[in-house]
């Protein structure tokens, strides 16, 4: 996925499921961040560099790409 707070691994950099975990997050409030996450990216705590670059530098290129991604995950099998 190309998306400046996602490993190449799939797993996901939020601060909700890292250093601010809490019992008191329940499953909702978890997806919400995670759709917010990838609605909003972070660019300021990147887990792939040239995501978060292109996100700070040229949003259209960065939709591009990731539009070019995501139809290449479709064809892929």
Same mark, same amino acid.
């Given at each position: 996925?190309?998306?400046?707070?996602?490993?190449?691994?799939?797993?996901?950099?939020?601060?909700?499921?890292?250093?601010?975990?809490?019992?008191?997050?329940?499953?909702?409030?978890?997806?919400?961040?995670?759709?917010?996450?990838?609605?909003?990216?972070?660019?300021?705590?990147?887990?792939?560099?040239?995501?978060? =670059?292109?996100?700070?530098?040229?949003? =259209?290129?960065?939709? =591009?790409?990731? =539009?070019?991604?995501?139809?290449?995950?479709?064809?892929?099998?």
């Amino acid at each position: 996925m190309f998306h400046p707070n996602i490993y190449a691994d799939g797993s996901i950099c939020l601060d909700i499921l890292q250093n601010q975990w809490s019992p008191i997050y329940d499953v909702a409030a978890i997806l919400t961040s995670i759709q917010s996450l990838l609605c909003d990216p972070n660019p300021n705590s990147p887990t792939y560099s040239e995501a978060a =670059r292109l996100f700070s530098e040229n949003k =259209r290129e960065y939709n =591009r790409k990731v =539009r070019e991604v995501v139809e290449q995950s479709w064809t892929a099998d």
